[in-house]
């Protein structure tokens, strides 16, 4: 699906204002972090794309701030777990990292890693929260019903030395479906 059917969809399965997701959506194919038309050919929206998308929604910035704030939250880095050694085990596969390296992992390449693991039923749900302050919470499971035993949830959050995000003033999050439509309407692009 190319960019502006993408955006169209979203702004219905999300109820926000379509003129203002095109805004951000500029923004991001301005600064590359999506494809731009060229001529007549429109690429299809990329999972990458789809979820650089989302978390510059998330992020609730000015437009013209989206890309960087996005490309900011899409490097937090996990600060915290609550995962069990099943999901710990799983995520460490999906991203193709030893275990004992799982603290390196990016927001940006987890959410990659549970949208590609939902066409192969790794994961029933997942859920993304950003919050004032500056940090992320990304929590999944193999139900459908969230809160439920045997979910995981990881904490992530900027670097040390990086600023407290200005952009994140309130607590945003994408329910539980949004990633998995993200997933279903986007191509896989390399995986």
Known sequence: ?????????????????????RVVDRALADAGLRAKAKGKSMPDVTLDEGIMFLLAVLANAQP?????AARE?????IWDSRMGRKWLGLLARMTRRPVADMSSIT???????????F???????????????GSAFLTFGRTLDPGAQGDAQIQFSGSAETRQPKFLTDTRTALPGLLRWISEHTSSGPA
């Open 1 to 21: 699906m190319h960019a502006l059917q993408f955006v169209q969809e979203f702004a219905a399965f999300t109820g926000q204002d379509y003129a203002s997701l």
């Open 119 to 133: 066409p192969k039923n790794e994961f029933d749900w997942a859920e993304i929260s950003l919050h004032r302050g």
């Open 107 to 117: 927001l940006f390449e987890a959410v990659t890693a549970i949208c590609r693991g």
């Open 73 to 77: 939250i899409a490097a937090f880095r």
């Open 64 to 68: 013209t701030r989206a890309a960087e």
